[in-house]
T-cell receptor, first 111, second 114 residues
Framework: QKEVEQNSGPLSVPEGAIASLNCTYSDRGSQSFFWYRQYSGKSPELIMFIYSNGDKEDGRFTAQLNKASQYVSLLIRDSQPSDSATYLC???????????FGAGTILRVKS | SAVISQKPSRDICQRGTSLTIQCQVDSQVTMMFWYRQQPGQSLTLIATANQGSEATYESGFVIDKFPISRPNLTFSTLTVSNMSPEDSSIYLCSTPGTDYNEQFFGPGTRLTVL
């Protein structure tokens, strides 16, 4: 069973701080890793994806991948109350876009 | 990314009935997927909707319960058959983006079964 694990939270950070969200996965053959944001009552919205070991930055978001440790993270700099949502980690388990999702981490940014 | 729409956006149904959910994409896409998100849970892949052939179902999901149609490259339907309260979920369709490994979701159909 291919699994993706996330801490369910909630993770609470003050406005302006860095939020760090973590994810581990079980399938060493996984090649693509995704972070989605989901507001309550809405569908998931793709924030970032990463394929290669290291960091990938997009605005206030940085995804970090370590395939040897089977670990992927998302850093949100200068967190805003509007960042409060559930963040879903997803892993592409085989070519063809099949995604396995983690349970999600609830992030709360307090003003 | 393609624009994805779903109908209905929500519905309340009685036990034992069936509901067909439609997914429309504004451009031709090779692959379409159906996911389920049960209350308080994450997303689980139900099946891959293949154009011109039968859908490919994931473990735990069967065609008799979740029949899928894919008549062309822009449209798919998912039917939830003989519903029970355990089928109360959000059902989402998704398609790849320009980067083939990206995947984007429709707005979802929120189903409540009484």
């Amino acid at each position: 069973q291919k699994e993706v694990e996330q801490n369910s939270g909630p993770l609470s950070v003050p406005e302006g701080a860095i939020a760090s969200l973590n994810c581990t996965y079980s399938d060493r053959g996984s090649q693509s890793f995704f972070w989605y944001r989901q507001y309550s009552g809405k569908s998931p919205e793709l924030i970032m994806f990463i394929y290669s070991n290291g960091d990938k930055e997009d605005g206030r978001f940085t995804a970090q991948l370590n395939k040897a440790s089977q670990y992927v993270s998302l850093l949100i700099r200068d967190s805003q109350p509007s960042d409060s949502a559930t963040y879903l980690c997803a892993v592409n388990i085989e070519y063809g876009n099949k995604l396995v999702f983690g349970a999600g981490t609830i992030l709360r940014v307090k003003s | 990314s393609a624009v994805i729409s779903q109908k209905p956006s929500r519905d309340i149904c009685q036990r034992g009935t069936s509901l067909t959910i439609q997914c429309q994409v504004d451009s031709q896409v090779t692959m379409m997927f159906w996911y389920r998100q049960q209350p308080g849970q994450s997303l689980t892949l139900i099946a891959t909707a293949n154009q011109g052939s039968e859908a490919t179902y994931e473990s735990g999901f069967v065609i008799d319960k979740f029949p899928i149609s894919r008549p062309n490259l822009t449209f798919s339907t998912l039917t939830v058959s003989n519903m029970s309260p355990e089928d109360s979920s959000i059902y989402l369709c998704s398609t790849p983006g320009t980067d083939y490994n990206e995947q984007f979701f429709g707005p979802g159909t929120r189903l409540t079964v009484l």
